[in-house]
Each structure stands twice: as structure tokens, then as C-alpha cells.
């Protein structure tokens, strides 16, 4: 099976069907473990990209957090969100099909602060320095929490 051809169908498909165009396939042992396109039009909730949806789907089957073994195919370059979670499941290899640059002149996002062209640099700033408010207001009771949990993991 064309894996990355099944990718760009998904994602072809959610399009006519009023989504948005990404999609991702999950392959291990040659076989689809899980796939998805964004549904993030369709349900409402920002967080529905293609990726996750299908790194959940995925992690369920497996009843695993960690995809090795697995190869992911996503439509486009993965977003911040998105590729933070490609990092956290550790799959063996992740492909994408097209650029931010080449999609960008038909793809518009209008998010108060997410543009295309910056929204990568904006991660590499100091938490302060980001267009988003962060206010950092530290409690020590807040480390504790991760104390406690080393302890139950021992240690």
C-alpha cells in the first residue's frame, strides 16, 4: 500500500467534506495502526489537528504513550503542537508530504496569535517574550506535586 498516497487522499477527502487539509497515517509492521484527518472544523477543539487524534488512536490500540516500531505520514510539516507530540512518542520515522512554505500561499490560519510565517520562531523566545501573556507566578507547592510523584515512581 502507498502509504503517503493514502495520506493526501484523507486529507483530499476532509476537504470535500468541509475540513481542513491535513491528514496522518501510523504504519507498523506494513499494516495502518490508526490514521486520521484534522477535525478540528468539524468538532470545534483546536487541539483535533490529523497528528494527534491519530497518536491517540494509535497509543490506545498499542496501550502504550510510545510508538516505536512505527513509521507516521503526515500531509504537511507538523506543527509546534503536533511535533511535540511526534517527539514525545518516539516514533522510529516521521514523513511529511509538503512544506509550510509550499502550502502557505493557498492555506490562511487567522488565530489571534498564530501566523504561519512566525509561529515557529515564536517557540524559540523566552517565555516572556512571546506574543501569548504568559505570567509565570511560582509557588513551591507546585514543586511538590513532582516530588510526590518521584516518590510513588521510586525515585
Not at 22 to 50: R, W
Not at 74 to 89: D, E, I, N, Q, W
Not at 91 to 102: G, K, M, Q, W
Request: proline letters at 5%.
Amino acid at each position: 500500500m502507498d502509504f503517503a498516497q493514502r495520506t493526501i487522499d484523507l486529507a483530499r477527502r476532509n476537504v470535500a467534506e468541509g475540513g481542513r487539509p491535513f491528514a496522518t497515517v501510523i504504519v507498523k509492521d506494513g499494516e495502518i495502526l490508526a490514521e486520521s484527518a484534522n477535525k478540528v472544523a468539524q468538532t470545534n477543539d483546536p487541539t483535533a489537528h490529523a497528528e494527534i487524534l491519530a497518536v491517540r488512536e494509535a497509543c490506545t490500540k498499542l496501550g502504550t504513550e510510545h510508538l516505536t516500531g512505527t513509521t507516521i505520514y503526515v500531509l504537511a510539516h507538523p506543527c509546534p503542537m503536533c511535533l511535540g507530540s511526534l517527539y514525545y512518542c518516539s516514533p522510529d520515522a516521521v514523513v511529511f508530504l509538503t512544506t509550510r512554505d509550499a502550502y502557505e500561499p493557498y492555506y490562511v490560519d487567522d488565530r489571534k496569535y498564530f501566523e504561519l510565517s512566525t509561529f515557529y520562531d515564536e517557540f524559540a523566545k523566552d517565555w516572556d517574550e512571546r506574543r501569548l501573556p504568559l505570567r509565570y507566578e511560582p509557588r513551591e507547592d507546585a514543586v511538590e506535586v513532582y516530588r510526590s510523584w518521584q516518590e510513588r515512581n521510586d525515585g
